[in-house]
T-cell receptor, first 113, second 113 residues
Framework: GENVEQHPSTLSVQEGDSAVIKCTYS??????FPWYKQELGKRPQLIID?????GEKKDQRIAVTLNKTAKHFSLHITETQPEDSAVYFC????????????FGAGTRLAVHP | KAGVTQTPRYLIKTRGQQVTLSCSPI?????VSWYQQTPGQGLQFLFE???????NKGNFPGRFSGRQFSNSRSEMNVSTLELGDSALYLC????????????FGPGTRLTVT
């Protein structure tokens, strides 16, 4: 069935370092891949997304890459700051999913000053 | 534009009771999806509505149901509550019909005792 695996489950970095979170999806026909950031007690917030016809997308310190052949996509955060500390979720939208998102289990990122 | 709103924010119910949760999407958005978030199972898709029609349903028992009104507001209902239904219930709205960005509401924290 539809599945998204996310690694690592926890990530600890020093302020200014880079952080990379990786996800693998099972349905090769998935066509939309968003990333969400969820701070404690708050709603998931869409931070970046990528569609299946694009290999990479950047937005300031955040970038997402997609490898359709390997069914991998990754989130890259450069120059991390303490306010980047949160749980990050990747997701994939199956074909004809009609806004159905399959989420990874989440990565808890801690950025230490 | 105002964001997605959900009511109530917190709810305590007893096993066997039923509950109705409400979601108002961003103005102009016609798609509403519902998710259940728990520490053990993460974020799981419940169902999605577009123009008052349920287009997709996740793997939840029939006790979980929903509907959408002509103004795009949506409700979900859980009947015969079980302890395992304790969770954060999130709705997300999207402007269009498929594979578009989804914006989450703050959620309704349901506790079943």
């Amino acid at each position: 069935g539809e599945n998204v695996e996310q690694h690592p489950s926890t990530l600890s970095v020093q302020e200014g370092d880079s952080a990379v979170i990786k996800c693998t999806y099972s349905d090769s026909a998935s066509n939309y891949f968003p990333w969400y950031k969820q701070e404690l007690g708050k709603r998931p917030q869409l931070i970046i997304d990528i569609r299946s016809n694009v290999g990479e997308k950047k937005d300031q310190r955040i970038a997402v890459t997609l490898n359709k052949t390997a069914k991998h996509f990754s989130l890259h955060i450069t120059e991390t700051q303490p306010e980047d500390s949160a749980v990050y979720f990747c997701a994939a939208s199956p074909p004809l999913g009609y806004n159905k998102l399959i989420f990874g289990a989440g990565t808890r990122l801690a950025v230490h000053p | 534009k105002a964001g997605v709103t959900q009511t109530p924010r917190y709810l305590i119910k007893t096993r066997g009771q039923q509950v109705t949760l409400s979601c108002s999407p961003i103005s102009g958005h016609r798609s509403v999806s519902w998710y259940q978030q728990t520490p053990g199972q993460g974020l799981q898709f419940l169902f999605e509505y577009f123009s008052e029609t349920q287009r997709n349903k996740g793997n939840f028992p029939g006790r979980f149901s929903g509907r959408q009104f002509s103004n795009s507001r949506s409700e979900m209902n859980v009947s015969t509550l079980e302890l395992g239904d304790s969770a954060l219930y999130l709705c997300a709205s999207s402007p269009a019909g498929g594979s578009y960005e989804q914006y989450f509401g703050p959620g309704t924290r349901l506790t079943v005792t």
